[in-house]
């Protein structure tokens, strides 16, 4: 079988931990990946006898908060059961989670498909969501931080339907997008709030047969998704170009060699030795609890993307504030204030939001900074109507983001409207060609060369509080058609 008959065939299972305050199944407090180890912890963390497990409330209702979103069915009876295996990141020598009967199945999630056009979206259909308990941390050295034990996490499994390892990386990106926006939880993978394992087999293009599926643990970066599944899918296309076939096997990403590691083969199922938590009742959520988390989503990621391809908006503008939400609320607040508004000038607000005031304000700074977006969006609104020049709206802008305050108050104070009146500018004019005579004689009489000093000449005048266009039509005006009568110039 050459590699070219064949096609990956990719499926994730991605954890995510919860935003809330304690952990999944005690009172514990949970703390910033920061915090000094094993100060997050508690009796049932340590799995101290007579302890037992509850069920934190807050976390079942963001994770049906996130299944709402993703368009899963919310089980009204889900289970919790044990998943034992031997290893000191969970005291108890199990972790609960909910293996039988999930919280939610079914669902998709809308991805980008850039492969097929800027705007294009692909949905990518979900098998289920559950939720279970993180383990400990092993650090290097086998120090162990409790602190993450028992924290809440959603698993979310794709279905087998991923066919690229860019692919791949565009699903999580999405995913981490809607966690965002959702608000459940902060979704970043460099402090493991944001984990992927991925399932990577080869499949015969003609057959429908699945091809045996090894998998990834524990990608932390987007980049090393794309390169753990590319090294993944050469491994498997090289071991059936040698005639071996593939035996599922558990691997690792090495980073630093690019290349994947075979760590163990694949646990059964029979290992874990899976069994009913006996200390839990059957979880129940409420439908009108679930309807009403339906209810209450806000605009998602991949409408808000067509939302500003209605509007006019670049795919490359919309993906910049779509991909960073603290940017796209604030285009859209300041949208807002703007009122009725073609493309142009939200192109133009887009453009100074993300070049002009971001290369002044870190996007973490700007909930706290002192220019809001209504007064940007003014200031948009007086630079496409003219009221200031572009230098003078940067300088607007430097003492919006220094003191605050409105750009019409700035500009006035600052004596940097432009003057609008063209009988005022036509006297700033006129008074400038009487005070040159002899060039504009010789402007007359041919050299046209001078045509740039004397209008060098206006704008000093004006000290540059003036549109230079207008002031050329004018003068233009002044040159060749001096009023009748008037000899003076
Ligand atoms: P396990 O816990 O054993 O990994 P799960 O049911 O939790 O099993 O996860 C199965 C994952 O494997 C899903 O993401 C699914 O899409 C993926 N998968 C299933 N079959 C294949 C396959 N033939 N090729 C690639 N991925 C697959
Ligand atoms: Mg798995």
């Given at each position: 079988m050459t590699a070219a008959e064949l096609v990956p065939v990719i499926g994730l299972e991605v954890h995510c931990r919860l935003k809330t305050a304690s952990k999944l199944f005690s009172a514990c407090p949970l703390k910033n990946p920061g915090a000094a180890a094993n100060s997050a912890t508690d009796p049932y963390t340590w799995a101290l006898p007579g302890t037992l497990p509850t069920v934190n409330a807050e976390a079942v209702a963001l994770a049906v908060r996130l299944a709402a979103a993703l368009g899963c069915e919310v089980a009204e009876e889900s289970g919790w059961d044990r998943k034992h295996y031997f290893y000191p990141d969970l005291p108890k020598g199990y972790q609960i989670s909910q293996h039988a009967r999930p919280l939610a199945r079914g669902g998709a999630i809308e991805v980008p498909d850039p492969e097929v056009g800027p705007w294009a979206t692909r949905t990518v259909a979900l098998q289920r969501l559950h939720l279970e308990e993180d383990a400990a941390k092993v650090h290097a050295g086998a120090l162990l931080d409790y602190?993450?034990?028992g924290a809440p996490l959603v698993e979310i499994v794709t279905a087998p339907v991923i066919r690229s390892a860019a692919e791949a990386a565009r699903v999580l990106r999405a995913l981490r997008l809607l966690l965002l926006r959702l608000g459940v939880s902060d979704a970043t993978m460099e402090d493991g709030s944001l984990r992927c394992d991925v399932n990577v087999s080869l499949q015969r293009r003609a057959c429908s047969a699945p091809g045996v599926r090894c998998e990834i643990k524990n990608l932390n970066s987007f980049n090393f998704i794309e390169r753990a599944v590319t090294a993944e899918v050469e491994r498997q296309e090289a071991l059936l170009a040698a005639g071996v076939p593939v035996t599922p096997v558990t691997l690792r990403y090495d980073s630093a060699r690019a290349a994947v590691q075979v760590m163990r083969v694949k646990e059964t199922e029979l290992e874990y030795r899976w069994l009913p938590e006996p200390d839990l009742p059957p979880l129940r959520v409420d439908p009108a609890a679930a309807a009403a988390a339906r209810a209450s989503l806000p605009e998602l990621p991949e409408r808000t993307r067509m939302r500003y391809c209605v509007l006019g908006l670049t795919p490359l503008e919309a993906s910049t504030l779509v991909d960073e939400p603290v940017l796209g609320d604030w285009f859209d607040a300041a949208l807002d204030s703007l009122g009725p508004r073609g493309p142009a000038l939200a192109r133009r607000l887009c453009k100074w939001l993300t070049v002009e005031l971001i290369g002044r304000v870190p996007p973490a700074q700007l909930a706290s900074a002192k220019v809001v977006p209504a007064a940007l969006a003014e200031l948009v609104r007086m630079l496409e109507c003219g009221e200031v020049s572009a230098p003078a709206a940067k300088q607007i802008l430097d003492l919006l983001v220094e003191e605050g305050g409105v750009p019409g108050g700035i500009a006035a104070r600052e004596g940097l409207v432009l003057e609008d009146d063209d009988a005022a500018l036509t006297a700033a004019i006129v008074s400038v060609l009487r005070g040159y005579p002899r060039q504009v004689a010789q402007y007359r009489a041919?050299?046209?060369?001078l045509w740039g000093y004397l209008i060098g000449r206006v704008m000093q005048v004006l000290r540059g509080r003036a549109d230079p266009q207008r002031v050329h039509k004018l003068l233009v005006v002044a040159l060749h058609s001096p009023p009748p009568g008037d000899d003076t110039i």
């Open positions: 602190n993450r034990a041919g050299k046209a060369e």
